[in-house]
């Protein structure tokens, strides 16, 4: 069964950092674009960042540029995202998502667009 599996969430205070991590069960998944949501109690799931199949094109919200990256690793299955200078409203359970498209630039925005979800990670910044 394809599963992908965040890890890397926790507490911390505003102003630090968290690096999360999303692997997946299967190499099929470095030809994939994947990306980062997350949500917050009472909210909708809202789109943090993407990355395409490549790893050349990404794209961030933006109210998040600047704070947030997203890379791949070298087998391409593996995406990380690293937060810096937290903030309370970051507050919320991280999502990893994958789509099955092939196109090799492609960077997906959109929760539908997706085919595969991890579990969710959580995040809590305190202030």
């Known amino acids: 069964q394809v599963q992908l599996v965040e890890s890397g969430g926790g507490l911390v205070q505003a102003g630090g950092s968290l690096r999360l991590s999303c692997a997946a069960s299967e190499r099929t998944f470095s030809n994939y674009p994947m990306g980062w949501f997350r949500q917050a109690p009472g909210k909708e799931r809202e789109f943090v960042a993407a990355i395409s199949r490549s790893g050349r094109s990404t794209v961030y919200a933006d109210s998040l540029k600047g704070r947030f990256t997203i890379s791949r690793g070298n087998a391409g299955n593996t995406v990380y995202l690293q937060m810096n200078n937290l903030k309370p409203e970051d507050t919320a359970v991280y999502y990893c998502?994958?789509?099955?498209?092939?196109?090799?630039?492609?960077?997906?925005?959109?929760?539908?667009?997706?085919?595969?979800w991890g579990q969710g990670t959580q995040v809590t910044v305190s202030s």
């Open positions: 998502a994958a789509c099955r498209s092939y196109r090799l630039e492609y960077v997906p925005q959109v929760v539908v667009e997706y085919n595969y």
